[in-house]
């Protein structure tokens, strides 16, 4: 079975700056998919990026990238620029290419942009 | 942009009572699952659903749950009996193929039993 694994529980960063949330998971396939979602205090969850395993350039959506170090089973997420609205959970997960269409979830980093 | 929607928002219940969660998911999505997240803890997969069957559930997934498809647009999770420990937010997601394509989520129903 899939695992994911966040080891930071809780960040904060000063607003402008820029942060990164580690994930690490582990699995014996070969192909699958790597996601980050934002929860914030409303509670919401919003997919903010994801990241194809056969692919080996890292995944970037505007202020926010992934390193993903496929070897090394690692998955972080870089936000650039950090604005007040970056303050949430934010979960990652895997998902199998193979008919297992479940979302593996981590148990999240809270992160916070202080003023 | 379309978005999935669930029903109510916050749901209050006596233990023992019978409870029905609702999702209205993206109108070209395929595939549709239901989360749960005690609070405080992970999102857990609770079931997956497709071509109206249950395609994948987990072990939390027992006999007091039950997932229905009753028209072409409404997507519900029953609890038979609730306990205390339902207690949590319940999201549905959808998604329109397999693979990476990426699971789209509403905004969650908290569900307090009492």
């Known amino acids: 079975a899939q695992t994911v694994t966040q080891s930071q529980p809780e960040m904060s960063v000063q607003e402008a700056e820029t942060v990164t949330l580690s994930c690490t998971y582990d699995?014996?396939?070969?192909?699958?998919?790597l996601f980050w979602y934002k929860q914030p205090p409303s509670r919401q969850m919003i997919l903010v990026i994801r990241?194809?395993?056969?692919?080996?350039q890292n995944a970037t959506e505007n202020r926010f990238s992934v390193n993903f170090q496929k070897a090394a089973k690692s998955f972080s997420l870089k936000i650039s620029d950090s604005q007040l609205g970056d303050t949430a959970m934010y979960f990652c997960?895997?998902?199998?290419?193979?008919?297992?269409?479940?979302?593996?979830f981590g148990t999240g980093t809270r992160l916070t942009i202080i003023p | 942009e379309p978005e999935v929607t669930q029903t109510p928002s916050h749901q209050v219940t006596q233990m023992g009572q019978e409870v029905i969660l609702r999702c209205v998911p993206i109108?070209?999505?395929?595939?549709f699952y239901w989360y749960r997240q005690i609070l405080g803890q992970k999102v857990e997969f609770l079931v997956s659903?497709?071509?109206?069957?249950?395609?994948?559930k987990s072990e939390i997934f027992d006999d007091q749950f039950s997932v229905e498809r009753p028209d072409g647009s409404n997507f519900t999770l029953k609890i038979r009996s609730t306990k205390l420990e339902d207690s949590a937010m319940y999201f549905c997601?959808?998604?329109?193929?397999?693979?990476?394509?990426?699971?789209?989520f509403g905004d969650g129903t908290r569900l307090s039993i009492l």
């Open positions: 997601a959808s998604s329109g193929g397999q693979g990476g394509q990426p699971q789209h």
């Open positions: 699995t014996s396939e070969n192909n699958y998919y």
């Open positions: 990241q194809e395993a056969y692919k080996q």
């Open positions: 997960a895997f998902k199998s290419n193979f008919g297992n269409e479940k979302l593996t």
């Open positions: 109108s070209n999505h395929l595939y």
């Open positions: 659903f497709y071509n109206n069957e249950i395609s994948e």
